[in-house]
Nanobody, 122 residues
Framework: QVQLVESGGGLVQPGGSLRLSCAAS????????MGWYRQAPGKERELVAA???????TYGDFVKGRFTISRDNAKNTVYLQMNSLKPEDTAVYYC????????????????WGQGTLVTVSS
């Protein structure tokens, strides 16, 4: 069984910063890609940033240099540093991790966190 624990969301003023964390635990053999998605009210979930096990990074077009994704493989944790936040960044942010679990077979799991709310408002 694999669990993701997200933290770091909250209320911040426009122009401010937040750092999100997502830690994976459980029966993990290895972790492939790790990423962050977000969903604003009335909108579809969209990619914010993703990082592969090899360190290749993809950002959503709206990031425009404001956010930085990183991972600590020793801690099975992915981070999202968000700077210059705007009201339109308000959303629930979800962590997604692609995990390999080995028991009697090999299983490739896509695991989602519970989401953390980020509100950007003055």
């Amino acid at each position: 069984q694999v669990q993701l624990v997200e933290s770091g969301g909250g209320l911040v003023q426009p122009g401010g910063s937040l750092r999100l964390s997502c830690a994976a635990s459980g029966s993990i053999f290895s972790i492939n890609a790790m990423g962050w998605y977000r969903q604003a009210p009335g909108k579809e979930r969209e990619l914010v940033a993703a990082i592969t096990s090899g360190g290749r990074i993809t950002y959503g077009d709206f990031v425009k240099g404001r956010f930085t994704i990183s991972r600590d493989n020793a801690k099975n944790t992915v981070y999202l540093q968000m700077n210059s936040l705007k009201p339109e960044d308000t959303a629930v942010y979800y962590c997604k991790v692609d995990i390999v679990v080995v028991t009697t077979t090999i299983a490739y799991l896509e695991v989602w966190g519970q989401g953390t709310l980020v509100t950007v408002s003055s």
